[in-house]
């Protein structure tokens, strides 16, 4: 099979398109013919660093295809040993193509629990954009915010897979969406799948713009860039809930402790899912006909040119590889 290889970690250019053996299914898995993957900013650290993980390295943890047992469409389930707790992932978990070959390659070894049927109404890039990101906006949203109909939810980044997946999923839960990003042009794209209202963090008086949109703050804040915490929970009204899922912005943030206990205000750690939560997104995927945003698709051979474009950050929704 042909695949992306890497040697070294390092820089985009560390990937290698070779041809490789074909994977043989480990008791209870299951060979799926990829037909698309997708990138994920994990992809990026894991590629740049390794974490600990060891070389040569299939990456990717987004997939869709065609199972060998069955012939059925598919779609992966990217968590690999949940456990038992649904509130978190236990001492066992780890991620499809960390220390296990991914989905950058045209065929993939996966447990059988981890294949859904594919939702009919989407193509074979929408499906392979959804996983990672719509599974970490669906919990976000709904497990770990509780997000009600009526309510308002401020997205703060408006560009990611997951921004753009939380913008259209609390839209169809009847919820006002807000959304920041650096740029207009983001800005003016994501009013199309749900945003009322956008904001430009990079103005010094954007906490003002959303208080004083919103008569006194939000209810609920979907933040990837972590660093910025302070400034996003003074968004918050009071009892408000911010679930954060990254720390693209950086590792470290500072907060006043009197506002978070005066405002009686709820931070939430979120991060993928559980195997339940990725079935209830895929429902809701089927019942509103959700179309995931992707802004590029690239065939494997350009692996290095979409990490470019996905460390360049100047995406808009999913980056996606074609694999046939």
């Not at 598919?74 to 780890?94: C, E, H, K």
Request: glycine letters at 12%; hydrophobic letters at 40%.
């Amino acid at each position: 099979m042909k695949a992306a290889v890497i040697h070294s970690w390092g820089g985009p250019e560390q990937f290698s398109l070779e041809t490789v053996p074909d994977p043989e299914p480990g008791p209870g898995e299951v060979i799926v013919e990829l037909h698309a993957s997708a990138l994920n900013w994990h992809d990026a650290l894991v590629r740049q660093t390794g974490r600990g993980f060891t070389t040569p390295s299939i990456l990717g943890l987004d997939g869709a295809g065609i199972r060998q047992d069955t012939g059925e469409k598919t779609v992966i389930f990217p968590g690999l040993n949940w456990g038992r707790n649904a509130a978190a992932p236990g001492g066992d978990f780890s991620i499809l193509g960390d220390s296990t070959n991914g989905t950058y390659a045209q065929l993939v070894a996966v447990p059988v629990e981890n294949l859904f049927p594919m939702p009919k109404h989407l193509s074979w890039a929408e499906a392979a954009a959804l996983p990672c990101a719509g599974l970490t906006a669906y919990r976000a949203l709904f497990k770990r915010a509780q997000l009600r109909p009526g309510e308002t939810v401020l997205v703060i980044g408006a560009g990611s897979g997951v921004s753009t997946f939380a913008i259209m999923f609390a839209a169809a839960a009847e919820a006002r969406v807000l959304a920041t990003s650096s740029s207009h042009d983001k800005l003016d794209s994501v009013r199309a799948i749900g945003v009322d209202t956008g904001f430009l963090y990079t103005d010094p008086d954007w906490v003002q713009q959303v208080l004083e949109a919103t008569g006194g703050g939000v209810d609920v804040i979907i933040n990837g860039a972590g660093a910025n915490l302070r400034d996003a929970m003074a968004c918050l009204k009071p009892g408000g809930r911010i679930a954060v899922f990254g720390s693209s912005g950086g590792s470290t943030a500072t907060i006043d402790i009197p506002d978070l206990y005066w405002g009686q205000v709820s931070v939430l750690g979120t991060t993928l899912g559980s195997p339940d939560d990725f079935g209830r997104m895929l429902e809701m995927i089927d019942k509103y006909q959700i179309r995931p945003l992707i802004d590029s698709v690239y065939p494997l051979t350009e692996i290095v040119e979409a990490h470019r474009h996905l460390e360049s950050r100047k995406h808009l929704g999913k980056l996606v590889l074609s694999l046939r």
